[in-house]
């Protein structure tokens, strides 16, 4: 089993940045490739960030591409999310988890671990 919390979410105004943290218990987190997902009010959960189990590579949604950055320091079982230049369209409920397929995965289907979701709110 694994246990997720995710921090470092809040209030910002567009154009802002926020660094989400997401610290993962136990030994065995370099097993688990990651993923960002969000939600927003009235809408479905979709993928934002993914990185491979060693960090050597990483996906991102075509809306975030080029703002946010996704690593990983698996020595403190943590997974981060830099995100610049924030919109008012990057509302949301945001999510880490946990999947073990190879490589790294799109897909919210294949991830078996959920945080309880930290939240993001910019302001125009």
């Known amino acids: 089993q694994v246990q997720l919390v995710e921090s470092g979410g809040g209030l910002v105004q567009a154009g802002g940045s926020l660094r989400l943290s997401c610290a993962a218990s136990?030994?065995?987190?370099?097993?688990?490739?990651m993923g960002w997902f969000r939600q927003a009010p009235g809408k479905e959960r979709e993928f934002v960030a993914t990185?491979?189990?060693?960090?050597?590579?990483?996906s991102y949604a075509d809306s975030v591409k080029g703002r946010f950055t996704i690593s990983r320091d698996n020595a403190k079982n943590t997974v981060y999310l830099q995100m610049n230049t924030l919109k008012p369209e990057d509302t949301a409920v945001y999510y880490c988890?946990?999947?073990?397929?190879?490589?790294?995965?799109?897909?919210?289907?294949?991830?078996?671990?959920w945080g309880q979701g930290t939240r993001v709110t910019v302001s125009s």
């Open positions: 988890a946990t999947t073990r397929v190879l490589g790294y995965s799109t897909d919210y289907n294949q991830y078996s671990y």
């Open positions: 136990g030994r065995t987190f370099s097993n688990f490739a």
């Open positions: 990185i491979s189990r060693s960090g050597g590579s990483t």
